[in-house]
């Protein structure tokens, strides 16, 4: 039985889902408008000629791209030996992906979805030891879910305050050459129950839930009020872009229309209009009217891009975007562009700490599975919290006129503080921005003096 949130919002993330890959699945979701009379086959082929522009996929990229241009860094602590630990940290899911490539998915689909779900599974073992176990390669490993899969879940409080994850049901399907697979697994405290369909046989199997809790973690796009269910990036961007999708399959049929002309005739007069279009005149029309020619308003095509500029910065500006995405023709105050860089440095820094307390989430579920005691491992994990997002060209001139300016103050304090901040915009690596600060702080390093260097 599918959870109420499942309900009531497949719909939406199957939309999501084809907005961001585009292709294919956006095309099989038919999101063009049919003109009256028009019918399915030419529906189908007006689909097949439409271009996509997908604002969605780069809203998500972009995003992605700042967040894991810096990676993580983590402390292991006490486990910093522990051979599981290394080796989910080396090949997540078992299919070779590194730790911090599966949390970039997780972040990715998370994006698009507004939750994916992560459970750490450890497969069944018979042997004695963790020697044994670790001879073996049996270790927990990762597997993320998007809300599609997981058709059942129950959050239960607990005398604490905390809510606990009590049912957890996710389906999985795949093709094999003996037909199509099913499997369905039904998590509780006490139990895992399996049930694996093939063609139209079901294998049900039971076994007991080792380490008492259900270790999978809803990962959130964005802090929720709404347990299973966080807001897509996509949200209202998707909107936008199937609008954008229908101005351009417009601007499709308009180039054609003014490109070539439509003949409109009688039906029997013998005459074609090559690689425009044809209108059959009623045979009732007068005998003495001639064929003649129809061409579209060329100057329609103008009106209609600008409309497609305007809807793409709507999505800039709703992703806030606008800083990176967009060239301005208009001048625009430094405190305004400044301003829309901390909007988005603050967006992206929410978006790493729900990475980093996914990731502690995850590291809690490993401690259990192993039976270690989390609170006493001293791991640590630091996302980015601060994004480089500045103007450099525009901070090196102000850095330049400031520099000038302090000669007429006598102030080394003053000109050291300009080159550290020079150091800062000059410089990607935040060691060596330590080490240059450490030297000018002692007075070395300080460079020329003021007034009389450029920067």
């Not at 086959?41 to 791209?65: I, M, W």
């Not at 020619?293 to 060329?298: E, G, I, M, N, Y």
């Not at 006598?410 to 000059?426: C, D, G, H, P």
Request: overall charge neutral; aromatic content about 8%.
């Amino acid at each position: 039985m599918a959870n109420s949130v499942y309900t009531a919002n497949s719909d939406d993330w199957k939309m999501f889902e084809a907005s961001y890959k585009g292709g294919r699945a956006w095309k099989e979701m038919n999101y063009l408008y049919q003109y009256i009379n028009e019918t399915s086959a030419q529906l189908q082929e007006r689909v097949k000629q439409t271009p996509l522009e997908n604002h969605c996929e780069g809203v998500v990229s972009t995003y992605s791209g700042f967040i894991w241009r810096d990676p993580p860094k983590r402390n292991l602590g006490t486990l910093n030996n522990n051979v599981p630990l290394n080796a989910l940290l080396k090949d997540a899911d078992r299919e070779g992906t590194p730790f911090n490539e599966f949390m970039k998915q997780v972040m990715i689909w998370g994006s698009v979805y507004g939750l994916v779900w992560v459970i750490l599974d450890k497969p069944s073992s018979t042997a004695y030891t963790k020697a044994d176990e670790i001879s073996g390669g049996i270790r927990p490993y990762l597997r993320f879910y998007t809300p599609l899969d997981v058709t059942d879940f129950e959050f239960t409080p607990k005398p604490t305050g905390e809510y606990e994850l009590t049912w957890f049901e996710v389906q999985e399907q795949y093709t094999t050459r003996e037909g199509d697979v099913k499997i369905v697994r039904q998590w509780s405290k006490d139990s895992v129950v399996t049930s694996t369909t093939v063609g139209k046989e079901t294998q049900t199997t039971t076994i007991k839930n080792p380490i008492g809790r259900i270790p999978a973690t809803p990962h959130y796009n964005k802090k929720s009020l709404t347990r299973g269910l966080s807001t897509s990036d996509l949200q209202d961007i998707a909107g936008l872009q199937i609008s954008i999708y229908n101005d351009l399959s417009e601007l499709s049929q308009m180039i054609r229309g003014a490109n070539h002309k439509t003949l409109v005739k009688n039906i029997n007069d013998q005459a074609s209009s090559g690689a425009g279009g044809v209108i059959i005149m009623d045979p009732d029309t007068p005998a003495g009217k001639l064929p003649y020619l129809l061409q579209a308003d060329a100057s329609a095509l103008t009106g209609l891009l600008n409309t497609i500029d305007k809807k793409t910065e709507m999505v800039n500006r709703m992703a806030h975007l606008t800083p990176v995405r967009t060239y301005r023709k208009q001048t625009i105050s430094a405190v305004a562009i400044e301003t829309e860089f901390q909007i988005l440095n603050t967006l992206l820094a929410d978006k790493a700490a729900q990475l980093q307390l996914t990731e502690y989430r995850i590291f809690e579920h490993f401690c259990a599975w192993e039976a270690i005691d989390a609170s006493k491992t001293g791991f640590e994990v630091n996302y980015p919290t601060h994004f480089e997002l500045r103007d450099k060209q525009a901070d090196l001139n102000f850095i330049k006129a400031a520099r000038e300016a302090a000669a007429l103050i006598n102030s080394a304090t003053l000109q050291t503080e300009l080159n550290k901040q020079l150091a800062r915009i000059a410089l990607p690596n935040d060691d060596l921005i330590e080490k240059i600060d450490k030297e000018l702080s002692k007075g070395k390093g300080a460079g020329p003096k003021a007034g009389s260097a450029t920067a």
